[in-house]
């Protein structure tokens, strides 16, 4: 049964993780999950003459440790899907100048990584690749200058704003090889809530996460309660609590396994962190370094990740335009068959 | 599911309103008040150090000391500490002229990666541009104005 209910496709081989690797930037590495990244760097400048090219480093260095830790080598790829959130992803197509391999970008904002997820399990499992490489970046200093202002222009940020995550995260997926497997994918619609300010994405973000799952749990017939941790991208301290909200507005029941990787990531207490981290690399490096760690050890069995995009611009914001947006979900699984 | 509906979209953003925390107002206030009002007298002070220690007269010394706010703000944000005091102190370092040198400043370190001409030359009034425009054509039309009236009168 590939397709089950309207937006949720079951990938019945299963394809496996078989590698994941993390990049953290200086305030990533000294948060709370700072120990679970593969490399920490502690200047985010990282040595590079523009902070583009620094992005770039960042998402190289995952490409590259992925790869390493499955043993493999650019060739042994058949595709390769991410994203960043530069304009014209520039992050993420620059960086694969290094491989000869076909590669397809995923832009849905800080909602990329499931979009790319979700594609990479479809081409294994409909076996037209045998490995795939998914990864995504983000940079707080490209973010600032393509969506805010310069980094160091004194604007004062309200309480609702949060802090763009710099690092990388990528994967290998292959049909065996790790007991890590992904089974399903929820495609979510862009939904907007009327929302304008840029410094307010999380209660922008929040209806199309709701959306997501509930229809999600309605595709499948399971309830919250069915997954050991159910985890939105970067919703944030704010966004988190609108989305607990919404779903019991939906009749959901919400279990306190619910939680949000812009949450995780930081520590409240960090500077500028504000309502949590946000940005493409967020949901990525909590997924790949911290959630998939939990399956892999087997404390948990099954969880939810439900990446969360605002789809703006810089122009669409400059034009007073709303903010419409997405959620992508993904179902991880542990399996025991270990292959 | 269909496309979200104007109903749907209002009630949300009241239910949102709820959870959206505000900018704690009269704290800003208060911050703004003496932090604008420190930098003013510190104005103050350096302009006095110049009809003091340099014999410059009240109305001459105002330039150099203008001058000496600038360099300070330019300094400070160069070394990246100006963008954390404006978070603290919001209002109070962006009205007084240390953050418009700031908006300049910060424009053109954050462009010196497109280069000299293109990048420092094209971007560094990106934020300061409005202030000069806005501040050129209202002082344009105060002088007409004041032209006008005095032209009447007499």
């Known amino acids: 049964m590939p397709k089950s209910g309207r937006q949720t496709w079951v990938f019945a081989s299963a394809p496996r993780v078989i590698s994941r690797a993390t990049v953290a930037g200086k305030n990533e590495s000294q948060g709370p999950l700072g120990t679970c990244f593969d490399i920490r760097h502690h200047d985010d400048r990282m040595g590079e003459d523009t902070w583009e090219h620094a992005e770039r480093a960042l998402a190289d260095e995952a490409f590259a440790l992925a790869l390493a830790k499955a043993n493999l080598k650019p060739e042994d790829i058949d595709l390769v899907v991410g994203a960043d959130l530069n304009a014209q992803l520039i992050s993420y197509f620059f960086s694969l100048r290094h491989y000869a391999v076909p590669a397809m970008g995923m832009y849905a904002a800080c909602a990329s990584i499931c979009q790319s997820l979700a594609v990479g399990a479809l081409a294994i499992d409909s076996g037209m690749a045998e490995r795939v490489l998914v990864g995504t970046s983000s940079h707080f200093s490209t973010a600032e200058r393509q969506f805010r202002f310069p980094t160091e222009y004194g604007a004062q940020k309200p309480p609702s704003a949060q802090r763009t995550v710099t690092g990388s995260g990528a994967a290998v997926l292959a049909r065996t090889g790790s007991p890590i497997a992904i089974t399903m994918a929820t495609v979510g619609q862009v939904l907007d809530y009327g929302l304008e300010s840029p410094w307010e994405m999380n209660a922008a973000m929040a209806p199309a996460a709701a959306a997501t799952i509930a229809a999600h749990l309605a595709d499948t017939g399971r309830t919250l309660a069915d997954y050991d941790c159910v985890a939105t991208g970067d919703l944030g301290f704010v966004g988190h609590e609108i989305l607990c909200d919404l779903l019991k507005e939906r009749g959901i029941a919400v279990p306190d396994n619910v939680t949000d990787c812009g949450m995780l990531i930081f520590d409240r207490n960090q500077p500028e962190v504000y309502s949590g981290g946000s940005g493409c690399a967020c949901c990525t490096m909590v997924t790949f370094g911290y959630l998939l760690r939990k399956l892999e050890e087997g404390e948990w069995r099954r969880i939810l990740v439900a990446a969360t995009g605002a789809l703006l611009s810089m122009v669409s914001v400059q034009q007073q335009d709303t903010i419409p947006c997405i959620s992508h979900a993904v179902v991880f699984e542990r399996k025991e068959d270990g292959s | ?154």
């Not at chain 2, 008040?33 to 003013?40: E, M, N, P, Q, S």
């Not at chain 2, 424009?107 to 409005?130: D, P």
């Open chain 2, 1 to 154: 599911m269909g496309p979200v509906s104007r109903q749907e979209q209002m009630a949300y953003q009241r239910k949102a309103r709820r959870y959206i925390p505000n900018r704690p107002i009269a704290k800003n206030t208060v911050r703004a008040f003496l932090v604008g009002g420190g930098i003013c007298v510190l104005g103050q002070a350096i302009q006095h150090a110049f009809v003091r220690f340099a014999h410059f007269t009240v109305k001459d010394a105002a330039n150099p000391t203008v001058a000496v706010l600038i360099l300070l703000s330019v300094i400070f944000t160069a070394l990246g500490v100006y963008d954390k005091f404006a978070q603290w102190a919001g209002g109070g370092s962006a009205v007084p002229v240390t953050g418009f040198a700031n908006t300049m400043a910060s424009a053109a370190m954050e462009y010196r990666s497109e280069g000299w001409v293109n990048g420092v030359g094209g971007s560094m009034f990106k934020l300061a541009g409005a202030v000069i425009v806005f501040g050129v054509v209202s002082a344009f039309f105060v002088a007409l104005v004041r032209y006008i009236i005095g032209h009447l009168a007499g």
